[in-house]
């Protein structure tokens, strides 16, 4: 079974330059999430898409950061400008369905450095 | 956002050593996540816990999900150098849609 896949795998861009990065979850998988780990950090919900529609972004930094996933499948999260404090590896999941206690399956995430 | 405090932030240990990791909440979870983490990986999970009370074993490892299920703890019985990681305890909670947060993490070493 193919796992998430994530790309780019690293990024370094300058401070105020937009990026985007790109998740496939897993085939069938309906929950998907963006993640934010700064370095020695637990990841950080940023978004959490069921299907098309979003069931948590409270944490997203909607001036800056915007996702999307428009036909239920693949996702792209966007981070429009950038900002050095905005480094960090940013991780997409997949799980069958929001259930508590159903496993997220991870991409090895994109490094982002901004400088 | 239902916060997880995890404890101690970083431990460094002897193979063959015992150690315990604690995940405490105020808040209360309907289910709550162990992963470990590699550098340069994603989390991996390694158990869930959805009982009040309930203990889970995975070979050296224990698992226990306290009973009001706002606190869990991994114990790790004689450590082996393979054990080193970050270790993360994660909650989903019924208010949240069953968002899954994450707490700061546990970092691991375990020297021969």
């Known amino acids: 079974e193919a796992g998430v896949a994530q790309s780019p795998r690293y990024k370094i861009i300058e401070k105020r330059q937009s990026v985007a990065f790109w998740c496939n979850p897993i085939?069938?998988?309906?929950?998907l999430y963006w993640y934010q780990q700064i370095l020695g950090q637990g990841p950080k919900l940023l978004i959490q898409f069921q299907n098309n529609g979003v069931v948590d972004d409270s944490q997203l930094p909607k001036d800056r950061f915007s996702a999307e996933r428009l036909k239920g499948v693949d996702s792209t999260l966007k981070i429009q400008p950038a900002k050095l404090e905005d480094s960090a590896v940013y991780l997409c999941?997949?799980?069958?369905?929001?259930?508590?206690?159903?496993?997220?399956?991870f991409g090895q995430g994109t490094r982002l450095t901004v400088v | 956002t239902q916060l997880l405090e995890q404890s101690p932030q970083f431990l460094s240990i002897q193979e063959g050593e015992n150690l315990t990791v604690y995940c405490n909440s105020s808040s209360v979870f309907s289910s709550l996540q162990w992963y470990r983490q590699e550098p340069g990986e994603g989390p991996v999970l390694l158990v869930t816990?959805?009982?009040?009370?309930e203990v889970k074993k995975l070979k050296r490892l224990t698992f226990q999900f306290g009973d009001a299920r706002k606190d869990s703890s991994l114990h790790i019985t004689a450590a082996q150098p393979g054990d080193t990681g970050l270790y993360l305890c994660a909650g989903a909670g019924l208010n949240s849609g069953y968002a899954l947060n994450f707490g700061k993490g546990t970092s691991l070493l375990v020297t021969p």
């Open positions: 999941a997949s799980s069958e369905g929001p259930d508590s206690g159903t496993e997220a399956f």
């Open positions: 085939s069938g998988h309906a929950t």
């Open positions: 816990v959805v009982t009040g009370g």
